[in-house]
């Protein structure tokens, strides 16, 4: 498996809508800057097998409007974005300690869920217990809009509330803990 980079030349962002078939697949280019010293153009960098082969056959490719910039080959398989939870960074930038060291910490923030099934009253109700979302400490909101974009690809501007990104990270299997997320309301979670 490969992880490859890619760049938009002369851009500092963009989001690139690059055809599959009859679907459009949106690649975002960041971290582009032009200073006094040179240009540093947009980047995208992935190991989705897919996406590498939407975008070295798409005609900005085959233009130049997007250039290969590095390729490394990973010598084990890349874990998919609902297993992969890499350690949020501080605002320091220093490791944070683990979300959820132990079952006993987990404990501390409870979440109920539960599927009861629909029947006839001589049925017996069936429950099912859903797995419970990875718990992941953040200082802050920015804290949060960085974890989004750096592993689940949300940027920044989708995510512009506590409430909104408790949501996009509640579709990914993650909840955020600490700082203005202990006081969210889950009724707000909800109606974002």
Known sequence: ????????????????????????????????????????????????PFIQKVIEQSSHFKEGRIKLDRRITLSEPVKSKTQQHPKPQSAAGNPTPPACPSPEAAESYPVENKVEAVGDAADTPMEETIDAPVLVAVSCLPDAQDYLQR???????????????????????????GGSFDTVDNDQVGED
């Not at 490969?2 to 030349?9: D, F, G, H, R, S």
């Not at 002369?10 to 690649?27: F, T």
């Not at 592993?151 to 993650?174: D, E, W």
Request: net charge positive; with cysteine; proline share 4%.
């Open 1 to 48: 498996m490969e992880k490859i980079t890619y760049t938009a030349p002369n851009l500092m962002d963009w989001v690139a809508q690059l055809r599959a078939g009859g679907a459009v697949v949106k690649v975002h280019f960041t971290g582009g800057a032009i200073t006094a010293y040179g240009v540093t153009p947009a980047s995208y960098t992935t190991s989705d």
């Open 151 to 177: 592993n689940c690809s949300i940027p920044s501007h989708k995510v512009r509330t506590c409430a909104a990104a408790q949501k996009a990270a509640l579709g990914h299997g993650v909840k955020f803990v």
